[in-house]
């Protein structure tokens, strides 16, 4: 094998080796990312939660005053 073809070689096992690392960078940030997109849509779908018995109660407290009246 001549010496272009041996650095040739060796030049793309480098470039692959560096595109395989950015690749499983990459797949670790969608991971995460996709973790925190979980715990943002659980905590939202509390938040709604929440806001949906305040809003049961609020209407309850405004029949029970409008009954009084």
Known sequence: MSDVVAALLLALATENAE???QLT???DML???S???GNMHALVEAMRT???AWQ???ERLQ???LRRA
């Open 19 to 21: 595109l395989r690392d």
């Open 25 to 27: 960078s990459a797949q």
């Open 31 to 33: 991971v995460e990312t």
């Open 35 to 37: 973790i925190d997109a």
């Open 50 to 52: 929440e806001r949906d």
């Open 56 to 58: 049961e109660e609020a």
């Open 63 to 65: 029949a029970q005053a």
